[in-house]
């Protein structure tokens, strides 16, 4: 059985066909611990990058508690997934539902040399890019109070390495209510932000790149697939995917 819940209730009561569909927590290689991120660290100088390849844990950790400081966050937390956290959310939750996010739409542009790539070959990830008219589907993850902690510590570890986005508090749709959820969006002035390429230039990249947590043409494939699961239609990841398969 999938344990992505400590908390004793049933999180997927809204969704119960996505049971057995996430990594659980603790196998998810993307559950950044201290020891884990010292790993990431040594992979990543071993491969000639620079030891300022990522954020100050310090720094980091400050941004943090300046965003779960908002009194939106002094209960539960939901979290917006929309990327990779779609099927390796790696935190523990007590609720997951379907949403909603006006005015973004995903995009494969944000240039990592860690995870699914490396310096020598860059892969791509994906953010949100504001896009008037625009709505982005994906999933809300509920975070128990007495776990935020935590679960938000180890988020922050896993997308806030290098700042490439920017956590904003913002309001998501779901079948059940709206929800005022952390969203991961694009810090679209970070250096590592390739704003400019055609779908046949992110194809070729995902591709061809891989790192420690597996090949970036993985990434693109886990989501299709979770996308599909969900019902949930994306022309741009779908035009994507059939790109990178044919290469």
């Not at 049971?19 to 990431?40: D, H, M, N």
């Not at 240039?111 to 990830?125: C, D, F, H, N, S």
């Given at each position: 059985?999938?344990?992505?819940?400590?908390?004793?209730?049933?999180?997927?009561?809204?969704?119960?066909?996505?049971?057995?569909?996430?990594?659980?927590?603790?196998?998810?290689?993307?559950?950044?611990?201290?020891?884990?991120?010292?790993?990431w660290d040594q992979r990543v100088f071993a491969l000639g990058g620079d030891p300022s390849w990522r954020l100050?844990?310090?720094?980091?950790?400050?941004?943090?508690?300046?965003?779960?400081?908002?009194?939106?966050?002094?209960?539960?937390?939901?979290?917006?997934?929309?990327?990779?956290?779609?099927?390796?959310?790696?935190?523990?939750?007590?609720?997951?539902?379907?949403?909603?996010?006006?005015?973004?739409?995903?995009?494969?542009?944000?240039?990592?040399?860690?995870?699914?790539?490396?310096?020598?070959?860059?892969?791509?990830?994906?953010?949100?890019?504001?896009?008037?008219?625009?709505?982005?589907?994906?999933?809300?993850?509920?975070?128990?109070?007495?776990?935020?902690?935590?679960?938000?510590?180890?988020?922050?570890?896993?997308?806030?390495?290098?700042?490439?986005?920017?956590?904003?508090?913002?309001?998501?749709?779901?079948?059940?209510?709206?929800?005022?959820?952390?969203?991961?969006?694009?810090?679209?002035?970070?250096?590592?932000?390739?704003?400019?390429?055609?779908?046949?230039?992110?194809?070729?990249?995902?591709?061809a790149a891989a790192g420690h947590l597996g090949t970036n043409r993985d990434y693109l494939v886990q989501l299709?697939?979770?996308?599909?699961?969900?019902?949930i239609g994306d022309s741009y990841i779908e035009n994507l995917h059939q790109a990178v398969a044919g290469l």
């Amino acid at each position: 059985m999938t344990n992505t819940n400590l908390s004793g209730n049933d999180p997927f009561v809204h969704l119960p066909h996505l049971r057995g569909r996430f990594i659980p927590p603790l196998q998810s290689k993307a559950r950044v611990t201290p020891e884990v991120l010292a790993q990431w660290d040594q992979r990543v100088f071993a491969l000639g990058g620079d030891p300022s390849w990522r954020l100050p844990d310090e720094e980091r950790e400050a941004a943090r508690r300046i965003v779960m400081a908002d009194e939106r966050h002094a209960g539960d937390v939901w979290v917006f997934a929309y990327g990779s956290l779609m099927w390796d959310p790696a935190i523990y939750f007590s609720e997951v539902r379907l949403a909603e996010l006006a005015g973004y739409q995903r995009c494969f542009n944000y240039q990592v040399i860690a995870g699914r790539g490396t310096p020598e070959q860059p892969g791509l990830v994906l953010s949100l890019m504001p896009e008037r008219g625009r709505c982005c589907r994906g999933l809300a993850f509920r975070i128990p109070k007495e776990q935020v902690q935590e679960e938000t510590t180890l988020l922050w570890r896993r997308e806030m390495l290098r700042g490439g986005y920017a956590p904003e508090t913002l309001a998501l749709d779901t079948p059940q209510g709206v929800v005022q959820a952390i969203v991961f969006v694009a810090h679209a002035a970070n250096a590592a932000y390739m704003n400019d390429l055609s779908l046949d230039e992110t194809a070729q990249i995902v591709a061809a790149a891989a790192g420690h947590l597996g090949t970036n043409r993985d990434y693109l494939v886990q989501l299709a697939a979770q996308l599909q699961a969900l019902d949930i239609g994306d022309s741009y990841i779908e035009n994507l995917h059939q790109a990178v398969a044919g290469l």
